[in-house]
């Protein structure tokens, strides 16, 4: 199992630019996650999603969106990048029964990604 | 919302022990995390605890849950240089996406 996986791991975009950021699963999670970690203030949520064909917003989502059109995928796009989004993000996955469960989290290497 | 919150930074001689701590608000809270987060990377799960455990070890690890006072630690013996890190506690409350995680105490290891 390679688990998650992130490409790419570094991209600097000029201020306007769009992108894809790509996550990719192979443990067959029904839950995935994108999160931002900036210096300091630990990792916000920006989307999730609970299965393929639904997504929800996180704590920060705007300037950003995301689709799930399979289990493994899940890829969030920058439209707009602004020097605000300038971060590092990372994709994570885990497994929700449903009876719950623990909701352990399966983090990717991240992509840091830098906008002037 | 849940708040969770940890000191900044942590600075220990090797071959001491390490404790970390992180206090919530959520009473409802589950299941309680530790990950940690190597320079480059991303987070890796250290260990867990159920809501209705008071400790659990793991080899060097040991984790501490006082319900009461909605506090968590995490216990690293004989720390070694490769203990070097951020460590994040992570508390669930059930539900979607209800995974908190505090902002991470850097452990620095002096040999």
């Known amino acids: 199992n390679a688990g998650v996986t992130q490409t790419p791991k570094f991209r600097i975009l000029k201020i306007g630019q769009s992108m894809t950021l790509q996550c990719t699963q192979d443990?067959?999670?029904?839950?995935m996650y994108w999160y931002r970690q900036d210096p300091g203030m630990g990792l916000k949520l920006i989307y999730y999603?609970?299965?393929?064909?639904?997504?929800d917003k996180g704590e920060v989502p705007n300037g950003y969106n995301v689709s799930r059109s399979t289990t493994e995928d899940f890829p969030l796009r920058l439209e707009l990048a602004a020097p605000s989004q300038t971060s590092v993000y990372f994709c994570?996955?885990?497994?929700?029964?449903?009876?719950?469960?623990?909701?352990?989290?399966?983090f990717g290497p991240g992509t840091r990604l830098t906008v002037l | 919302g849940e708040d969770v919150e940890q000191s900044l930074f942590l600075s220990v001689r090797e071959g001491d022990s390490s404790v970390i701590n992180c206090t919530y608000t959520?009473?409802?809270?589950?299941?309680l995390y530790w990950y940690k987060q190597e320079p480059g990377a991303g987070l890796q799960l250290l260990t867990y605890?159920?809501?209705?455990?008071d400790m659990k070890q793991d080899q060097r690890l040991t984790v501490l849950l006082n319900k009461k006072d909605k506090h968590l630690s995490l216990r690293i013996a004989d720390t070694q240089t490769g203990d070097s890190a951020i460590y994040f506690c992570?508390?669930?409350?059930?539900?979607?996406?209800?995974?908190?995680f505090g902002i991470g105490t850097k452990l620095q290891v002096i040999p």
């Open positions: 994570a996955s885990s497994y929700q029964g449903t009876s719950g469960g623990t909701d352990t989290q399966y």
């Open positions: 443990m067959n999670h029904n839950y």
């Open positions: 999603s609970v299965g393929a064909g639904i997504t």
């Open positions: 959520d009473s409802s809270s589950t299941y």
């Open positions: 605890i159920f809501s209705n455990m």
């Open positions: 992570a508390v669930y409350s059930g539900g979607y996406q209800k995974v908190t």
